[in-house]
Structures are given as C-alpha cells and as structure tokens.
C-alpha cells in the first residue's frame, strides 16, 4: 500500500478538490475531519479503514478462489485473528455491506451493491491520489548502459530539429538510461498516461519509419548530490525495445561526466 500519512491524504484532498470535483470524496472528507469535534455525528455510510480493507481482500481473494470465499477460507488466508475476522464479518453485514449466501457450500461471502460501491469510492479517491502522487513525487532510478542505439536515434536531424523546436535544447547523442523499480515505474505511468506530454512526430525516411516519442521536462540530479541538477527531458518511445521499467532521458550536457556516475549510480528526477 501507498505510505502516505492522514494529514498529508486530507491536505491534498482538500487542495484537489477545487479541481477534481467528487461528490464521494466529501462525504468521507466531512466524515473525517468532524471526527474530533464533541458534536460529531458518524455517518453510517462511512466506511472505516479496517471495513474497506475488508471488502478489498473479500472480493480481491473471492477473485483468487474460483469465486468463492467463505469465513474459514479468510481465516486460512489473512494473518488476522478468526475472532477479528468474525467481528469484521458481522459489521459488514449489519451495515449490508456483504451478505454470507448459506447455499451451496454454505457461508459464501458476497458483497452487496453498496459494497462495491464502497470500494469503488476509495477506487476514486486512490486514483486522484496516484496522479497528483505521480506528478509530484521524487522517483529515483539506477544508471545503467544499453544497447548504444540511442545516439544513432537522437542525432537523427528530423528528431533533432523538433527536440529544439519544442522542448528548446539540442540533447547530447545518446539516451541515459535508467532503471525504475516495477512498482515505481507503474506510478510514472500514471503521469504519462494523463498527463500533458510533448509530442515529438514521427517521420519516414532512407526506406523505414521513426516512431513517435513522447517526452515530460524533467530537473535530474544525482542521489547523492541534490545541488547537481539538470534539465532534460524524460522519452517515451513508441518503438522502443526497452522494457516499460527502462527509461531513456535526453539532456544537453554529457551526464555521465557532468554528474560523475557511472553504471549502478543512484539518479533522480522530478517532473517540471
Ligand atoms: C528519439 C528516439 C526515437 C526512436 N525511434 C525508434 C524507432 O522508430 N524504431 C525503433 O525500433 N526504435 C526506436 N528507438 C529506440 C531504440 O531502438 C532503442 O530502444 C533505444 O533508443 C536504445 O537505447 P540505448 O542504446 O540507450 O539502450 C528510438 C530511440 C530514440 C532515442
Ligand atoms: N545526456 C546523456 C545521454 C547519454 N549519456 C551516455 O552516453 C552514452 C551513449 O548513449 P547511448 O544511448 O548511445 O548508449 P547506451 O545508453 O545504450 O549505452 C551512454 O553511456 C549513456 O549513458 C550521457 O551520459 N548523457
């Protein structure tokens, strides 16, 4: 799960919510920061976080089961104690969360419509927190050298030109490539995916065809030197033969000289 603390969750709900507008959202804002004020009134439709991690490995493990989980299977499967599980069970079906169906095998655990609704709600909240997490996070990956293409590609002079044209500098032959973790690389993803990115077109020529990249402004400086930053430019080559993990970067400046690294160094980047 995502490491971010409560304070930080509210304070940017409520910094987003200006833009992102989500009548789910302020339901569970309300319910939240009334919480320590002597008048507070629970909202019976709120769903704690010991309820919605409930229903989360309900259904996520009636997935994994052939679609079906019964109290007995949940307590095989979490590290939780059965008493806490069965008090979990009876809170979600009081608030008609889940039903347990006492046919077939007997004790099925469904989740109702509400149910799913209720996950779907943090679904949302967990996707506003990801993209704005996605822009503005530190990602940092590990150097490492490729397959010495990269120069061939970017002194291309129709990729050439538009690297000046549009994102204003003209890089140095070749790619520095970095390696992300899985985890954090789906989170980049999330940036790419939605938000704006410079297009740079693709073209054919001498008998074959460039693919079109896509590229996002990044600050990068070494992990162990914050004071050592860079502009350049993150690439998103459609073509690529990298795997999604590996990212290639752009800069004017010869970074493995400039930041004195070499294969295994530590490398970060921000979007700009
Ligand atoms: C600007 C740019 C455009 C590229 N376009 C293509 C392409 O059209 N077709 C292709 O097979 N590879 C393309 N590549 C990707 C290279 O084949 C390769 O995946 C990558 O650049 C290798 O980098 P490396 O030598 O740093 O490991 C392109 C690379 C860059 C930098
Ligand atoms: N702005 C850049 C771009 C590439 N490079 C490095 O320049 C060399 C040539 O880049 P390349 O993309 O042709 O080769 P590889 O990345 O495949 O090794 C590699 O060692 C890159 O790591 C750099 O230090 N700074």
Not at 31 to 39: K, L, P, T, V
Not at 84 to 106: A, C, D
Not at 179 to 204: A, C, E, H, R
Request: net charge neutral; proline share 3%.
């Amino acid at each position: 799960m995502m490491n971010i603390d409560k304070k930080n969750v509210i304070d940017s709900y409520s910094k987003m919510s200006y833009f992102m507008w989500n009548e789910n959202i302020l339901i569970v804002l309300m319910s939240d920061r009334n919480e320590n004020s002597s008048n507070y009134v629970p909202d019976e439709r709120f769903v704690g976080e010991k309820e919605w991690f409930f229903l989360l490995w309900i259904s996520y493990h009636k997935m994994q089961n052939n679609g079906t989980i019964s109290t007995p299977d949940l307590c095989k499967i979490l590290p939780i104690s059965q008493q806490t599980i069965s008090r979990r069970i009876l809170e979600l079906e009081e608030k008609k969360l889940i039903i347990r169906n006492f046919e077939g095998r007997g004790g099925e655990l469904e989740l109702t419509t509400e149910g799913y609704a209720q996950l779907n709600n943090i679904y949302e909240q967990l996707k506003i927190i990801s993209l704005k997490a996605s822009n503005e996070t530190t990602y940092c990956g590990t150097l490492l050298s490729g397959m010495g293409e990269g120069a061939h590609y970017i002194k291309h002079p129709q990729y050439l030109e538009q690297f000046y044209k549009k994102i204003g500098f003209f890089p140095y032959f070749g790619t520095l490539n970095l390696k992300l973790s899985p985890t954090m690389d789906n989170l980049l993803q999330n940036y790419i995916n939605n938000y704006p990115t410079i297009i740079i077109d693709g073209f054919v020529g001498e008998s074959r065809t460039y693919g079109e990249v896509k590229c996002v402004k990044v600050q990068m400086w070494p992990r162990n030197n914050v004071h050592n930053q860079v502009s350049g430019a993150l690439l998103k080559i459609q073509r690529t033969s990298h795997k999604s993990h590996i990212l290639e970067f752009i800069s004017e400046q010869y970074l493995r000289d400039f930041f004195k690294i070499e294969d295994g160094s530590k490398i970060c980047f921000k979007f700009i």
